[in-house]
């Protein structure tokens, strides 16, 4: 799929995985289970989880810990 495409589909997509204070660890199995199961998952990141890190980087660190891309 397209970048486009893929960005369409998300847009309408409901958050199924908050990521907070226990971090990207913890949430890591939960969103690669939803990944099998759906194929394109919203993910947010809680104030409590990004500290000084930016959004994007938690991302990729999430992404290369479930083997997906952001």
């Known amino acids: ?3 486009r495409t893929l960005r369409e589909r998300a847009h ?3 958050v199924t995985v908050w990521v ?3 971090g990207v660890e913890a949430v890591a199995e939960e969103l690669s289970d939803q990944l099998d199961g759906r ?3 919203k ?3 809680l104030r409590a989880a990004r500290g ?3 959004t994007e980087s938690l991302a ?3 992404a290369d810990r479930v083997d ?3």
């Open 60 to 62: 990729e660190d999430l």
């Open 52 to 54: 000084s890190t930016t």
């Open 39 to 41: 194929g394109l998952v």
């Open 1 to 3: 799929m397209t970048d």
């Open 12 to 14: 309408d997509l409901d």
């Open 20 to 22: 907070g204070k226990a």
């Open 68 to 70: 997906a891309e952001v």
């Open 43 to 45: 993910v947010k990141f």
